[in-house]
């Protein structure tokens, strides 16, 4: 069974970032590349009551932008995925967000912490409330590793769009500086946590939080940088 886990996260992570970076755009133009190699991003269905489908916007939204954007082509439907589906490692990058509690069961600590070591890339933002919960529940996949603060130097802020003050700020919160959070395994970041910021709150539709175009732009140049750094390492 790990075999097998392994032997698909490899194979999805060598098949997109050849994709995504190798081949000339002129390439990726064709429907039937288009087609067989679109990156599916997926929401992370949790437990513990905090809202992990809010804002369904996000997802499609941030999809559209890095088409747009980018030779990477992105499924603009969103996939919701547990921890312990089946489907769980046909998807190299996932999204975590909410605002209330996060409970992840052992059996979900385990799986969790195979998909991340094995290729997996997660994604949480607090959307003002995860905090607590989400130190917590990713202390017990990782009790050896800690969450370390991001420099504004760090490639993610840099590798598509050049972001020279780091991680944005797109929603006041407690009004205090935003902060991007990593936890690395074998020198590979496996997990990204932004806090008091809301990135994902800045990929939906103008009328949910009416944030300022400026605001918007940042969220999606931050958002196509975290996809594209995932792809990458």
Known sequence: MKKTMQSKAKKWVLSFTALVFLLPSSVLQTQEVRDSHRLSIARLKYSGGGDWYNDPSIIPNLAREINKRTTIRVNEEEAVV?????????????????????????????????????????????????????????????????????????????CFYDLPHGLPKIHQHDGKPPQGFGIFDQGRLVVFYTYETNISDGWAAPDVHKDPPEKREAAFRMGTNIVAYALMN
């Open 82 to 158: 547990e921890i312990e589906s089946p489907k769980l490692f046909q998807y190299p990058f996932l999204i975590m967000t909410g605002h209330g509690n996060i409970e992840l069961s052992p059996q979900e600590v385990k799986r969790l912490r195979l998909y991340l070591t094995q290729g997996g890339f997660l994604y949480a933002d607090d959307d003002y409330g995860m905090d607590k919960a989400f130190r917590r529940e990713i202390k017990k996949v990782f009790p050896d590793k800690e969450l370390v603060e991001l420099p504004s130097s760090f490639p993610i802020y840099h």
